[in-house]
């Protein structure tokens, strides 16, 4: 039955969502091997750099408080498109503006780099929870290892740049071509929803007529806030903890954040059976304890080979943490897709406090020390996951 419901176009639209996801974390692991890089450029000190980076952050909330209004008018499709262009315009200015050591420039880079994957989120996470619910196979968790494959790719060539001293506006000049590849492909194969389909994420008062926003919900949101503090966090600062903390050379640093990305491919890719065994809460849990005891090895690490081991345990042990939050968020017979709107915008407000306010504590008390800050927001989710849990999973309601 899943075979008549699924004809080719509707692969080769869920083929041209997982490429804008992978163009998505491809274009973030480009710029993130290369802070150390354009830092220098710009001789920004750390807590500048933490002000450059919240355009990436404020960018990607504003285009997550936008898409529900964006939706409502345009459907998913526009959004998703918009979600692929802006990026690509965004990381073209970066890479020829940071060179240029004109700050506001990269920082109006980063914000269209932000504002297009937040809008594209939304969409991407509702349209796959809403795959869940129709054929019974796990689509969120995919999406994103797509993303996780995006930012493997990107942190390779990232390290290769690095490695050979590529010029900043080169390697991100090479990087915007990948990415306008992508999006291309996406745009090619889109394919707009029924319009029964489409939903209306923004309407906050049928969400409180209806209740949608329920206890476990704001707990099931905190799990998804603490894992994606915990990535970005990752994301943002792990290349320069290397070179600022130990002293290691720019290719070092992004080949740490390149195996922490890797680590959490390899999670989500492999890890989605243990749900089934296990069930989600467990997964959750475990997920969250692993990540911490990795966080807690970095701000523990005395040396750049060990700091290295504890990066590969934290993004092992949470790779799986925000997929699953969306899909049990997604798991509700009549109001999914305004359930999943309420936890993706609780993951990107980790991702809008998490820069500047680790860039204002690292300035301080170090960038190892700060880690301790996504180490305790991942104890909070080890004690609240049973609550992902709660809701009956993909595979039985397929049924």
Same mark, same amino acid.
């Given at each position: 039955m899943s075979t008549a419901?699924?004809?080719t176009p509707t692969r080769l639209h869920r083929l041209a969502l997982f490429a804008v996801s992978t163009m998505t974390g491809f274009g973030i692991a480009s710029w993130v091997t290369r802070t150390p890089a354009v830092r220098s450029d710009l001789g920004a000190s750390i807590e500048a750099m933490g002000i450059v980076l919240f355009g990436l952050s404020i960018g990607s909330m504003i285009g997550i408080l936008g898409a529900g209004a964006l939706v409502r008018v345009l459907g998913t499709r526009p959004l998703v498109l918009v979600g692929a262009a802006l990026p690509v315009l +965004?990381? $073209?200015?970066?890479?020829?503006? !940071?060179p240029a050591q004109f700050a506001v420039g990269v920082w109006g880079g980063l914000f269209l780099i932000g504002f297009g994957a937040g809008v594209a989120e939304i969409g991407l996470n509702v349209e796959a929870a809403a795959q869940e619910r129709a054929t019974g196979r796990p689509v969120v968790p995919m999406l994103h290892a797509c993303f996780s494959l995006g930012t493997v790719a990107g942190g390779v060539v990232g390290i290769a740049m690095t490695a050979a001293q590529t010029p900043v506006v080169v390697h991100l000049t090479i990087a915007t071509a990948v990415m306008a590849a992508l999006a291309v492909f996406a745009a090619a194969n889109l394919r707009p929803l029924p319009?029964?389909?489409?939903?209306? !994420?923004d309407d906050t008062r049928p969400v409180r007529r209806r209740g949608v926003v329920t206890v476990q919900l704001l707990l099931i949101a905190v799990i998804t806030l603490a894992m994606a503090f915990a990535e970005g966090s990752a994301s943002d600062w792990l290349p320069l903890l290397m070179t600022n903390e130990h002293d290691a050379p720019e290719v070092l640093g992004s080949l740490v954040f390149t195996g922490f990305a890797l680590a959490m491919f390899i999670g989500r890719s492999a890890g989605t059976p243990l749900v089934t065994?296990? +069930?989600?809460?467990?997964v959750i849990r475990v997920c969250a304890t692993v990540g911490a005891i990795g966080v807690l090895g970095v701000v523990l690490a005395p040396n750049p080979l060990l700091t290295a081991i504890a990066a590969v345990v934290w993004g092992l042990g949470i790779a799986l943490g925000f997929p699953l939050a969306v899909s049990a968020a997604g798991d509700h017979p009549t109001d999914g897709d305004r359930r999943v709107s309420v936890v993706a915008a !609780?993951?990107?407000? !980790?991702? $809008?406090?998490?820069?500047?306010a $680790?860039?204002?504590l690292g300035e301080h008390l170090g960038l190892q020390l700060t880690m301790l800050v996504p180490a305790a927001l991942l104890v909070i989710a080890v004690v609240i996951a049973p609550a992902a849990g709660v809701q009956r999973t993909v595979a039985r309601s397929a049924g």
């Amino acid at each position: 039955m899943s075979t008549a419901t699924a004809p080719t176009p509707t692969r080769l639209h869920r083929l041209a969502l997982f490429a804008v996801s992978t163009m998505t974390g491809f274009g973030i692991a480009s710029w993130v091997t290369r802070t150390p890089a354009v830092r220098s450029d710009l001789g920004a000190s750390i807590e500048a750099m933490g002000i450059v980076l919240f355009g990436l952050s404020i960018g990607s909330m504003i285009g997550i408080l936008g898409a529900g209004a964006l939706v409502r008018v345009l459907g998913t499709r526009p959004l998703v498109l918009v979600g692929a262009a802006l990026p690509v315009l +965004g990381m $073209l200015l970066v890479g020829v503006l !940071a060179p240029a050591q004109f700050a506001v420039g990269v920082w109006g880079g980063l914000f269209l780099i932000g504002f297009g994957a937040g809008v594209a989120e939304i969409g991407l996470n509702v349209e796959a929870a809403a795959q869940e619910r129709a054929t019974g196979r796990p689509v969120v968790p995919m999406l994103h290892a797509c993303f996780s494959l995006g930012t493997v790719a990107g942190g390779v060539v990232g390290i290769a740049m690095t490695a050979a001293q590529t010029p900043v506006v080169v390697h991100l000049t090479i990087a915007t071509a990948v990415m306008a590849a992508l999006a291309v492909f996406a745009a090619a194969n889109l394919r707009p929803l029924p319009r029964a389909e489409v939903p209306a !994420a923004d309407d906050t008062r049928p969400v409180r007529r209806r209740g949608v926003v329920t206890v476990q919900l704001l707990l099931i949101a905190v799990i998804t806030l603490a894992m994606a503090f915990a990535e970005g966090s990752a994301s943002d600062w792990l290349p320069l903890l290397m070179t600022n903390e130990h002293d290691a050379p720019e290719v070092l640093g992004s080949l740490v954040f390149t195996g922490f990305a890797l680590a959490m491919f390899i999670g989500r890719s492999a890890g989605t059976p243990l749900v089934t065994r296990f +069930g989600r809460g467990t997964v959750i849990r475990v997920c969250a304890t692993v990540g911490a005891i990795g966080v807690l090895g970095v701000v523990l690490a005395p040396n750049p080979l060990l700091t290295a081991i504890a990066a590969v345990v934290w993004g092992l042990g949470i790779a799986l943490g925000f997929p699953l939050a969306v899909s049990a968020a997604g798991d509700h017979p009549t109001d999914g897709d305004r359930r999943v709107s309420v936890v993706a915008a !609780a993951g990107y407000i !980790a991702f $809008l406090v998490g820069p500047p306010a $680790l860039g204002f504590l690292g300035e301080h008390l170090g960038l190892q020390l700060t880690m301790l800050v996504p180490a305790a927001l991942l104890v909070i989710a080890v004690v609240i996951a049973p609550a992902a849990g709660v809701q009956r999973t993909v595979a039985r309601s397929a049924g």
